[in-house]
């Protein structure tokens, strides 16, 4: 992927809002951020209403000025186009173009994020400002990265929308018989006659069709992602040696399949706030990190656009468990383009130690815990950032740079807080410029990965339907599950996509992977035939690309894999367990279980399941399929994939690392990094490891002591 033009070694910084302060105040910003090695700010992301104060008039000198003061103290410039919060004047002159509800509720101008991506005069306002900034700095020497937007994920359910809606169906489908065929419209007499017919999901008295509903999410990113490339292709043209991204927004309220984009983004970037103020701040930022240098790692083959979904790029055409669950199996033997670039679009490439990704947003200080904010304990803001850049991110980036008196996220983070310099937040983010210069040279590693997990946005937002045998249903939670425990077990991990190859893992876990189209289970088929290692948990393979349940038993789509048959499933009410043969206990999910082929690793003990398989395993071709048909404590599980993985060949990153103690290792050719991240309050001692420390200087010798909290990078031998 290309990397952000006259930079060198990993970026620091964040966003930059010179609009909400006095002029005087920005020399002193800019002497701040020398201080701290800052090299790159994102400006301008909300400052539409600044930029164009009416529809014909235009105020650029303050950013001339901005950029200007900014080059000449050595900073480089990530210029947003500021699309994501339209002026005042423009909802008022334009109405319909704000954003309407599922309830059929118009909301009105006074925060951000007010627009109707499907409205013709939104998406013509958008190109002309963003073709304007294109103009007047394409030669501008502090021009480094096109920022597009922010955080693309806004959904409406108007009538520009609609009509939207329906071009995009019949596209997709083709015709009204496949349309209805897909959502099965014959249940509750929904069939379709006419495409007028079709609206959004909006509000109804009952159930929502599932069909209905997963088509609109998809519709919604394409339409989205049709905006970002109106406004991308604006800015390539202008200046094709300047990478173009937008930063994605992480939740399951997004309706933006983050994998699908990937090939039209020069630069992966994500945005990162963990919601954990304990621990799982820890595991929510590994897992954001490995998911986004996943999507990057796809963005070099291109991925296949929805049959028949063609990008809506004019909006204004009207026309319509205990040691037995381990396995005891045989251990198994830059520069480029994204898609859709200029002239006949040259291939994306990797960066130097990769795919090319960047952590684009995340809060020096704070966590956002619900309901309140939590401060990060000292040190905390390095360990979240560097692991990040352990995991692939070329540098770190934050919003915001300076707090600012008022407005919405008055009490937002930011590097320079409302204390100002003297305070221990800049002192750190001082320090982490610091250590971030140290490290320059492991953006020339690759992460290192053998374990790869399903991920799907498909699967998350079918398995947000209301229609679900349990409302405890979680598809982030089942994935971080797995993650989780393969992270606390040291294993290192890639995601991967119902269409991206399996080969080059040993062992794939697929946590609720609920839809599998037909080509995605004769792609594992042939991976554990081939000799793979497979484990599958419950809701896997249970319904197709439309969310129709595939009949014969589930997990449907992977039954022969598998070798099991689920007759019926038993969903268990809070706080309800199901107690295993191994001694460990289920939570959330149980299920009627027949063997077919595989063998019980564990059976149900007591209760209407007794003696029932539980966990199996199956031989199938030269490969090994584990199902797993609850919900195992972490414990447990970490046992049940550390074991797979064991049979599959594969160590541990660190197998020395102590509990506490987190392993990444990054490699380029003989050369390789070890970065050790120590969670624990007390010191803790890694044996077995040999380099250099580049934090410190201090070479270690058969085992390295890394401080409470702290971080040890070490250069390998």
């Known amino acids: ?143 480094a990265l096109w920022h597009v937007h922010n955080e693309y994920g806004t959904a409406c359910h108007c009538d520009h929308a609609a009509r939207a809606f329906r071009r995009w169906l019949r596209g997709r489908h083709g015709d009204l018989d496949r349309l209805n065929e897909a959502w099965c419209t014959s249940f509750w007499s929904q069939r379709y006659g006419d495409w007028a017919e079709i609206g959004p999901p909006r509000a109804t008295r009952y159930l929502p069709n599932p069909g209905h509903a997963l088509d609109w999410r998809r519709f919604c990113s394409e339409e989205l992602l049709a905006a970002y490339v109106e406004q991308r292709d604006l800015l390539r043209t202008a200046t094709p040696g300047v990478p173009v991204t937008t930063n994605y927004v992480l939740g399951g309220w997004v309706p933006v399949d983050h994998a699908r984009w990937a090939a039209e983004v020069d630069l992966v970037a994500i945005d990162h706030y963990p919601s954990d103020a304990g621990a799982g701040a820890e595991e929510q930022t590994a897992f954001a990190a490995d998911l986004a240098r996943s999507w990057a790692r796809r963005a070099a083959r291109p991925a296949d656009r929805d049959p028949g979904a063609e990008l809506d790029s004019d909006p204004g055409v009207d026309s319509e468990p205990g040691a037995d669950l381990e396995s005891d199996s045989e251990p198994g033997a830059g520069a480029g383009r994204a898609g859709g670039g200029e002239g006949d679009g040259a291939a994306v490439a990797d960066g130097p130690g990769g795919p090319a990704w960047l952590l684009m947003e995340s809060a020096p200080n704070l966590i956002y815990a619900p309901g309140r904010m939590h401060t990060k304990e000292p040190g905390r803001m390095a360990r979240h950032s560097l692991a990040h850049v352990a995991r692939g991110s070329r540098g770190a980036m934050f919003f915001q740079w300076r707090a600012p008196r008022g407005g919405a996220e008055v009490f937002h983070s930011a590097l320079v807080p409302h204390a100002g310099p003297d305070s221990r937040v800049f002192r750190e983010a001082v320090e982490l410029g610091a250590a971030l210069d140290r490290l320059a040279e492991v953006d020339a590693g690759a992460v290192q990965a053998s374990v790869a997990i399903g991920w799907d946005a498909a699967c998350w937002w079918a398995l947000q339907s209301p229609g679900l045998p349990s409302g405890r249903l979680d598809y982030l939670d089942e994935v971080s599950a797995a993650h989780r425990v393969l992270r606390r077990a040291g294993f290192g991990c890639d995601f991967v996509a119902p269409d991206d190859p399996l080969e080059a893992y040993p062992l794939v876990v697929l946590p609720a992977l609920y839809l599998v189209a037909d080509e995605t289970a004769e792609r594992v088929r042939r991976y554990v035939a081939a000799g793979g290692h497979l484990v599958a948990t419950y809701l896997s393979g249970v319904a197709d690309e439309y969310a129709r349940v595939r009949l014969g038993g589930y997990p449907g789509a992977l039954r022969d894999v598998l070798g099991v048959r689920v007759e019926e499933f038993h969903p268990l009410a809070s706080g309800e367990r199901r107690r295993l043969s191994t001694g460990d206990e289920g939570r959330h999910w149980s299920e009627t279980v027949r063997l077919a082929g595989a063998e019980a690793v564990a059976r149900y003990a007591g209760g209407v399941l007794d003696g029932e398989p539980a966990l199996t395993r199956h031989r199938y071709g030269a490969g090994t399929a584990w199902y797993v048909s609850t919900r195992l404590p972490d414990e447990a599980y970490g046992r049940l994939l550390a074991g797979a993985a064991r049979a599959a060949g594969i160590a541990p990153t660190c197998p020395g690392a102590p509990p506490g103690v987190e392993a990444v290792r990054r490699r380029s050719g003989a050369a390789s990094w070890l970065f050790l991240f120590n969670h624990d309050t007390e010191p803790r001692r890694v044996p077995a490891v040999a380099g250099e420390d580049l934090l410190t200087g201090v070479r270690a010798e058969g085992a390295v002591t890394v401080p409470a909290g702290g971080v040890v990078v070490l250069r390998e031998g």
């Open 1 to 143: 992927m290309r990397w952000p033009r006259g930079l060198d070694g990993l970026c620091y910084g964040g966003d930059y809002n010179p609009e909400q302060w006095p002029e005087h105040v920005w020399a002193e910003d800019v002497a701040l951020m020398r201080r701290a090695r800052v090299n790159l700010v994102t400006v301008g992301v909300f400052a539409w209403s600044r930029l164009q104060p009416a529809p014909d008039r235009y105020d650029f000198g303050w950013l001339d000025r901005v950029l200007d003061l900014l080059h000449a103290g050595g900073v480089r410039v990530a210029l947003a186009t500021p699309t994501a919060s339209p002026p005042p004047w423009f909802s008022a002159a334009h109405p319909d173009a704000l954003p309407v509800t599922a309830d059929g509720v118009r909301l009105t101008h006074g925060s951000r994020d007010t627009y109707c991506a499907s409205a013709p005069a939104y998406r013509a306002a958008a190109r002309d400002i963003a073709g304007r900034l294109a103009g007047r700095y394409r030669d501008h020497p502090a021009l």
